[in-house]
């Protein structure tokens, strides 16, 4: 599966944004999905997780509460929902990709994915 972030953008501190996911080159709803994300001179990081039923939903605790994850099967896309942003947010955002299987086992690692996209940058001024 091919994996393409797009949304991203620069945006005020307590603002949103949508980051989009759009995947091509197999079926979308069998494929667990996963944001994440990487600041200047930090590891990268996970950020919310999606599984392919959307019976499992995960969060960091950094942005619970602020950030929604969700997919469309339909569109073969996934989405983050930003809101109430902080400088802290700013970062180069990846979607990531693993085929699902009948376990509900959060995906909160790098090494639970297959697939990457290529970053989006999302940039939180104060």
């Known amino acids: 599966v091919q994996l393409q972030a797009s949304g991203g953008g620069l945006v005020q501190a307590g603002g949103s944004l949508r980051l989009s996911c759009a995947a091509s080159?197999?079926?979308?709803?069998?494929?667990?999905m996963g944001w994440f994300r990487q600041a200047p001179g930090k590891e990268r990081e996970f950020v919310a997780s999606?599984?392919?039923?959307?019976?499992?939903?995960y969060y960091a605790d950094s942005v619970k509460g602020r950030f929604t994850i969700s997919r469309d099967n339909a569109k073969n896309t996934a989405y983050l929902q930003m809101s109430s942003l902080k400088p802290e947010d700013t970062a180069v955002y990846y979607c990531?990709?693993?085929?699902?299987?009948?376990?509900?086992?959060?995906?909160?690692?790098?090494?639970?994915?297959?697939?990457w996209g290529q970053g989006t940058q999302v940039t939180v001024s104060s």
């Open positions: 999606i599984n392919w039923s959307v019976s499992s939903i």
């Open positions: 080159g197999d079926t979308f709803s069998v494929y667990d």
């Open positions: 990531a990709a693993r085929r699902g299987s009948l376990t509900t086992t959060p995906r909160t690692t790098l090494r639970d994915y297959d697939y």
